[in-house]
C-alpha cells in the first residue's frame, strides 16, 4: 500500500464519520482498505477495495455496532473469509478493546486512527500494546474539529432539554397553585 490509498482510506473514513454525525451518533468512520491479495474469493480488476461503514449504536440501540465492527462484518460478506492478512484499518477514533480484538482475529496487522481516545482506547489503555498489530497514530485535525463540535452540541442539546425541563415544572407549578385560587 502506497501513501495514495492511505489518504483515499482517511478520506473515505471521515466522510463515514460525517454521516455518522448528521445521524447523531459519535461521529466514528471506519474504512478498510483490501489489496489484490486479499481478495482471493471475489476478485476485481481493482488493485485495491475499500469498505468502509460507520457506527449506529445510537440508532440500533446496541453498544457494540462500533464503525470497525461493522466494517469487518461488511468485508467478511463481501469475500466469505475469514482472514484479511495484508489489509490495513483506518479508523477516525482510536478503536476500542473489543474493536481492537475483532481487528486482531481477523488477522489484520496495520491499524492507522486520526484521533486518540484516552478514556475507551486499547492502545492509550495498553490493552492494544500486544505487538500483534502495528499501530499508527496520524492525528487529523479536520475530524479531531468534528470531533468536538459533536461534543459541544451534545453538551448544549443536554443543557438545554435540562432548561426545558427546569421551565416545564415551573410551569406546572404555577398552574397547580393558581389552582388554589
Ligand atoms: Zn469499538
Redesign the pocket.
Known amino acids: 500500500m502506497t501513501r495514495k490509498e492511505l489518504e483515499k482510506g482517511i478520506k473515505f473514513a471521515i466522510k463515514q464519520a460525517y454521516i455518522a454525525y448528521q445521524k447523531d451518533e459519535i461521529p466514528v468512520g471506519c474504512c478498510l482498505i483490501i489489496p489484490k491479495e486479499d481478495m482471493t474469493t471475489n476478485p476485481t480488476n481493482k488493485e485495491y477495495d475499500y469498505i468502509y461503514s460507520h457506527?449506529t449504536v445510537e440508532k440500533k440501540d446496541n453498544p457494540?455496532l462500533?464503525?470497525?465492527?461493522l466494517t469487518l462484518l461488511k468485508a467478511i460478506k463481501k469475500y466469505n473469509i475469514k482472514y484479511f492478512l495484508n489489509s490495513v484499518l483506518v479508523v477516525t477514533l482510536e478503536?476500542?478493546?473489543?474493536?481492537?480484538y475483532?481487528i486482531r482475529k481477523l488477522g489484520i496487522k496495520e491499524i492507522y486512527y486520526l484521533l486518540e481516545n484516552k478514556d475507551?482506547g486499547a492502545i492509550s489503555k495498553e490493552y492494544g500494546n500486544d505487538k500483534k498489530i502495528n499501530t499508527h497514530y496520524i492525528f487529523n485535525e479536520e475530524y479531531a474539529n468534528l470531533f468536538e463540535k459533536f461534543f459541544d452540541e451534545f453538551k448544549q442539546t443536554k443543557k438545554i432539554s435540562k432548561k426545558t425541563k427546569t421551565r416545564l415544572k415551573h410551569k406546572k407549578e404555577s398552574k397547580n397553585q393558581a389552582n388554589f385560587y
Not at 66 to 69: D, R
Not at 95 to 100: M, Q
Open positions: 457506527n457494540f462500533h464503525a470497525e465492527i478503536p476500542c478493546p473489543i474493536c481492537y475483532a475507551d
